[in-house]
Nanobody, 125 residues
Framework: QVQLVESGGGLVQAGGSLRLSCVAS????????LGWFRQAPGMERQWVST????????QYEDSVRGRFLISRDNAKNTVYLQMNSLDPDDTAVYYC??????????????????WGQGTQVTVSS
């Protein structure tokens, strides 16, 4: 019954920016830890970033730290990923995910309960 829907992907030039959004329906959004993951062609799905229930603590994978920012607006049931200084290596399908136990510090993919359908991000040289 919980659904996550991503939007905001697209085609951008290297060095450009995009902001991804993920809107949740059903469940209790403010009690979920949230994360962003991505999967490039021929690669396994990888963790990108996570955020705690109140949006006060965040984690980033090393390759995106300093370029990407995760945030959430619990009043809008939405989590965002602001992506700056994009590189062709960032090209992937980006997914948002939620976990009911609130353990944002855990990045194990199989422990997340809900997933969106993904949004394509393509960065050209």
């Amino acid at each position: 019954q919980v659904q996550l829907v991503e939007s905001g992907g697209g085609l951008v030039q290297a060095g450009g920016s995009l902001r991804l959004s993920c809107v949740a329906s059903g469940g209790s959004f403010s009690t979920y830890a949230l994360g962003w993951f991505r999967q490039a062609p021929g690669m396994e799905r990888q963790w990108v970033s996570t955020i705690n229930l109140r949006g006060s603590v965040t984690q980033y994978e090393d390759s995106v730290r300093g370029r990407f920012l995760i945030s959430r607006d619990n009043a809008k049931n939405t989590v965002y990923l602001q992506m700056n200084s994009l590189d062709p290596d960032d090209t992937a399908v980006y997914y948002c995910a939620a976990r009911r136990d609130g353990k944002f510090w855990s990045i194990a993919i199989d422990e997340y309960d809900y997933w969106g359908q993904g949004t394509q991000v393509t960065v050209s040289s």
